[in-house]
């Protein structure tokens, strides 16, 4: 694909309001079909969910959003999927910065080991905050919008993984 036609592309992705387009994606782990040929938008500041039963490939499906498949070697996928109206299937994307931007929390939370603070705020602290009352600040906000303040602010510096399965990951999500 030249530049010019995917600049074109991106302008009619960002324009009617999609958050991520996934284009004729397919998945495989090694020889085996997972996810075969599905193209469909997601609408920004929208909820979506994706049903189907267990095992038919929607944790692969989210995990193309941020590339999280290619720890695995067997894994390959083609077509495209644009986040913010960006490919971010090419090579020469930042994973990284991708990641930042498409957080995922999982079916099975997975708190780190250290306090329910140090879970919150681990993604700020990582990339370079450090005024204490800021992170303060940023633990605070996350957990409330979490749903999780209430239970835990008085135990900040309990180990995240003494918390209860329902509260872990409402945890996870504050962290994300
Ligand atoms: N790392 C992996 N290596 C090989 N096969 C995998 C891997 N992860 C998932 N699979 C297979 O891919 C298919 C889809 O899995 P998954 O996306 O986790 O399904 P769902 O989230 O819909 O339950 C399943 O058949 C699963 O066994
Ligand atoms: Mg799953």
Redesign the pocket.
């Given at each position: 694909m030249n530049s010019k036609s995917k600049k074109t592309k991106k302008n009619k992705n960002q324009k009617n309001g999609n958050k991520i387009v996934l284009s004729n994606l397919s998945f495989y782990?090694g020889d085996k079909l997972?996810i075969e040929n599905v193209s469909f938008p997601v609408r920004k500041n929208a909820i979506t969910s994706i049903i189907?039963s267990?095992?038919?490939?929607?944790?692969?499906l989210l995990k193309t959003v941020n590339r999280l498949y290619e720890e695995?070697p067997?894994a390959r996928m083609t077509g495209s999927v644009f986040f913010d109206g960006e490919d971010i299937s090419g090579g020469e994307v930042d994973v990284i910065l991708l990641r930042k931007r498409a957080g995922m929390v999982f079916q099975k939370p997975n708190p780190f080991p250290g306090s329910i603070y140090d879970n919150v705020i681990f993604g700020p602290r990582l990339y370079g905050v450090k005024d204490k009352e800021q992170l303060d600040e940023i633990c605070e906000r996350s957990l409330k919008q979490a749903a999780l303040w209430d239970e835990v602010k008085d135990r900040l510096r309990m180990k995240a993984l003494n918390l209860s399965g329902g509260q872990q990951q409402r945890l996870c999500i504050a962290r994300t």
């Open positions: 782990y997972i189907g267990s095992g038919c490939g929607k944790t692969t695995n067997l």
